[in-house]
C-alpha cells in the first residue's frame, strides 16, 4: 500500500505566507536610497553588490547570486554598495552612501579612514556601572550625527544595578534627539527593545567600550551564538589565525550587524556638524553672545556664561563641549596640514618626475 505522505509535508502556498521570503537584495539591505542612483539597465550589466568584508587583499562582496573577492580599487568600506563590474571588478563604481564613519587613523599617519557605510542605526551602550560616563557618550554621539546615523543610548546591565533611575535620567538630559533604551542584555529583552530599529533591510552597530554587553546583544538579535563563531578567521603569514577587522553580519529575516573592533576608542576629527547638532543648545547661546568671537570667560553680554548662572545650561556640560571642540578643532587641523603635505609631496614627485623625463628626452 502507497501512503500519501503530502498530507504532512508543508504545503508551500502557506508556509509562504506566514514567513515571506526576502528578495536576496532586501536581506542585504538594499533601499530605494540606493536604487534611485541607478536605472534598470545599468543594474542589468553591473548588479548591486555589498561589501561584506573588508580584507588586506580586497573586498568580499555579496549580490542577488554574487559571493565575490573584489581586488583592492573601489575607494570603499564595510557597508557601501558597489555595482559590480563581472569583467572588471576593481572597477566597479560606488554608489553614493547614506552614511559613513570615519576615523583618524592611530599613529603617525593623520589621515582619515573609512570605518563603516550605509549604517542606519548606531546603538552606543553602556552599563549602568562605573562603565558609565557623560563625556564618552556624547563622543559616540557626535561621531554618529556627523555619520549621519541615528544614534540611540542602550543602558545595559539593568538587572544588575539597584537604582537605573539616575542612569536613565543622565543619559536622556545629553539631547531629546537620542533615546535611550534600559534593558538586561542577557534576557529576552533586546529583540522587543529594539526593535523598531531592527526591521529587515536595517543595518545597524554597537558602539562602546569592551565589557559593556555589545557581543550579548549582537548574540540576541541573531538568537545565536553569533558573535563567538560568525567571525571568518584567515591565516597570517605566520600561520596564526586572525579575525577580520570590519564584517557586516546578516541576520535570517534580513537585519544586517556590523562587526567594527575599530570602533571603540574614537577620536573626533572633521566632526564639527555632530558636535554642533549634539551642543545645539551651546551653539544657539553662542549665537547671542555680544561679542561674535566671545571666548565665554567674563565678557560682558555673554549669553553662555549668563544661561550657566541661571541654571539653563550646566557648568559641566559646557567645559565637556569646551573640550571635544578643541579636539575637534586639533585634529581637523592636523588633516587639513597632512593633506597639503601629501599634495605639496605629489606636486614635488610630478615636478621631479617632469624634469627627469625632459633630460632623459633630451639624451
Ligand atoms: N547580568 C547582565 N550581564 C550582562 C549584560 N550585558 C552583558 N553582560 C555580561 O557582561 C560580560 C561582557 O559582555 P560582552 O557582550 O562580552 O561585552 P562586549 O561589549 O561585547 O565586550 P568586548 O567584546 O570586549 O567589546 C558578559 O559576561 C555578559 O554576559 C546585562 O545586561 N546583564
Ligand atoms: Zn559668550
Known sequence: MTRDYSQFLPTSGTSEAK???????????????????????????????????????????????????VPPGPDATVGDWLLYDAELPMRSAVLERKSLFKRRAAGHDRSLQMIAANVDTAFVVTSCNDDFNVARLERYLALAFEAEVTPVILLTKADLCEDTAAYVTDAQSISDRVPVVLLNAKSEEPAAKLAVWCTPGQTIAFLGTSGVGKSTLVNALFGTEQAETGAIREDDSRGRHTTTSRQLHFTENGLGILDTPGMRELQLAEAGSGLADLFADVVELETQCKFRDCAHESEPGCAVRAAIEAGTLGADRFERWRKLEAEERHNTASLAEKRAYDKNFGKMIKTVTKAHKGRKGRR
Not at 526576502?22 to 541607478?38: C, E, H, K, M, Y
Request: glycine share 8%; hydrophobic share 40%.
Open 19 to 69: 514567513t515571506p521570503k526576502r528578495a536576496p537584495l532586501d536581506i542585504l539591505g538594499w533601499q530605494s536610497f540606493f536604487a534611485q542612483q541607478t536605472d534598470l539597465d545599468i543594474l542589468d550589466a553591473t548588479p548591486p553588490v555589498r561589501v561584506v568584508e573588508v580584507h588586506r587583499n580586497g573586498l568580499r562582496v555579496r549580490g542577488d547570486g554574487i559571493d565575490a573577492l
